[in-house]
């Protein structure tokens, strides 16, 4: 069989969006599995996952289980009979009900070059490390945690800019690329998934809201990538004088600052410079809880005690 497979897709945030539409564009689409509407903002209404706003543009059936973990909870699944089933970012365990329930198997868009990063938050994780890339592979899915034999990979640099923002885009685009390009010959029995060197494997654990805070004891280059890691949630993010302190952009700073001063913000030659465990870290655009994002300039024409300092305490 060729072509047109029988696909139901499971995902849920945006980073599945992309690999959804591609899906539209080159298969068969007989359904879409996403998580139950949360509530969201200050009113808490009822907010749809973007998976199931794509799904209902293109109309496609949408099923919204809060687990599928009973085989009752799949039978929506069986009445589609999907040859196969395709899941990027959908944000439930499947149970081998599910993983066998398509002839040709459940096939998982995941964000990393596995057997690395395998896990709830590989962009971040990629970035935290300072690896030189990542990417995003098409694997088997087993019973395990992305431990499945992989089809293929697409891979991309991680640029010394890249937040997790920027880089989800790129992965998320790269995931349905390699769907558009390879889920045909994957389908068809032309490419056969090798399996993953387990010794190899690191593991990516969800990011919490707590790891966003920076811990000045750290280096100069490990504090720059967490912020760049946590860019756009939970967002990096420090005390300072009894308030939260966002710091939204920063970068490593070239010359040599005292080496026993973590936290302290420094000036030189009009740059905010914060001492860390190894190097400084230089400021560039900051954010006080309940204010606007603004240059660290800016901010320090308002808050003349900030130079001086100690961040974190």
Not at 131 to 158: F, H, K, N, Q
Not at 188 to 208: C, L, V
Request: with cysteine; charged share 20%; glycine share 10%.
């Amino acid at each position: 069989m060729h072509g047109m497979s029988k696909v139901v897709f499971m995902g849920t945030p945006n980073f599945a969006v992309p690999a959804l539409q591609k899906l539209i564009e080159t298969q068969t689409m007989v359904g879409v599995v996403t998580q139950p509407d949360k509530p969201a903002g200050r009113g808490k209404k009822l907010r749809p996952s973007p998976v199931k706003v794509a799904a209902q543009a293109a109309g496609i059936p949408v099923y919204q289980p809060k687990s599928l973990r009973s085989e009752a909870a799949a039978a929506p699944l069986r009445e589609w009979q999907p040859d196969v089933i395709v899941v990027a970012a959908f944000g439930q365990i499947l149970r081998p009900h599910v993983l066998e329930l398509p002839p040709y198997g459940c096939i998982n868009v995941h964000a990393s070059l596995l057997p690395r990063w395998r896990g709830a938050s590989p962009i971040q994780h990629a970035i935290l490390a300072g690896d030189a890339e990542t990417g995003v592979c098409l694997m088997r899915m087993d019973v395990g945690l992305d431990t499945g034999p992989v089809y293929i990979c697409g891979s991309t640099p991680i640029a010394p800019t890249d937040t997790a923002a920027t880089l989800h885009d790129r992965l998320a685009a790269l995931g349905a690329e390699l769907l558009g390009a390879y889920l045909d010959d994957i389908v068809d029995g032309r490419i056969s998934p090798t399996s993953q060197d387990d010794s190899q494997s690191t593991y990516a654990p969800m990011i919490k809201k707590e790891d966003g805070r920076l811990d000045w004891t750290q280096s100069a280059v490990e504090l720059e990538r967490r912020v760049r890691a946590m860019t756009p949630w939970p967002g990096a993010f420090t005390n300072w004088r009894g308030n939260m302190l966002k710091i939204k952009a920063a970068q490593i700073y070239a010359g040599s600052v005292p080496a026993d001063q973590p936290g302290l913000v420094m000036e030189r030659q009009g740059e905010v410079i914060v001492c860390t465990g190894d190097g400084g870290l230089r400021l560039l655009d900051v954010q006080v809880a309940g204010k606007k994002a603004m240059s660290v300039a800016d901010f320090q024409r308002g808050h003349q005690d900030f130079v001086g300092s100690v961040l974190g305490e």
